[in-house]
């Protein structure tokens, strides 16, 4: 089972970005769960931070969202012998990764242009390295190109939160796609969860 904190944007895709795993992964059995998220950033953030953009900051829910998924959410629909695979777009991608720090239950994370710019979070992972299977990172070649001095250091970020990874003996990769945040949200989630279901170890 894929299991893939959602907002309204990616609900509208989620279609297009199901049919492009069963493209890539054909004659693979495979469910994807979506979960909606109301509070985005509130409800997904590991601590709170002050505001990139706007003025709002962000929450400390992640703890308590992660609650809600394991104890709420997933015996719902899936039985102990399960396979879980965690993944999200951006800050969603954010918390997989956090989750994965958190908790073993996950065979693999698929965290499609997360928020790794986020304060202190890359430290936490140097720390607390992830307790799953695999991690598939990507990131669009022009996310870091931004006037935003917190949101330009998503590209070393996730440079040093792979090498972590490679380190910690965690089997990942790091994709780089063309384009700036907001393209193709629904492939590189579709590339990201079929990444997962191809790899042997997982």
């Known amino acids: 089972m894929l299991v893939q904190m959602v907002d309204d944007h990616d609900l509208a895709l989620i279609g297009n970005e199901y049919s492009e795993i069963v493209k890539s992964c054909p004659g693979r059995d495979f469910s994807l769960l979506t979960v909606k998220v109301d509070a985005w950033d509130h409800d997904l953030s590991p601590w709170t931070a002050p505001p990139v953009f706007g003025k709002t900051p962000f929450g400390d829910g992640a703890a308590q969202t992660l609650s809600f998924l394991l104890d709420s959410v997933l015996p719902r629909f899936s039985s102990g012998r399960t396979s879980l695979y965690l993944g999200g777009y951006s800050l969603a991608g954010l918390f997989a990764l956090w989750a994965a720090c958190n908790c073993s239950l996950f065979k693999g994370i698929a965290a499609a242009s997360p928020s790794v710019w986020f304060p202190g ?82």
């Open 121 to 202: 979070f890359v430290d936490y992972c140097k720390s607390n390295p992830p307790q799953t299977g695999a991690v598939y990172l990507s990131l669009g070649d022009k996310e870091e190109k931004t006037r935003n001095p917190v949101m330009a250091t998503v590209g070393e970020s996730i440079k040093c939160l792979y090498s972590d990874l490679m380190v910690s003996g965690v089997p990942c990769t790091l994709e780089w796609n063309d384009g700036n945040h907001f393209r193709n949200p629904d492939i590189r989630m579709a590339k990201g969860f079929s990444w997962l279901l191809d790899r042997e170890w997982v």
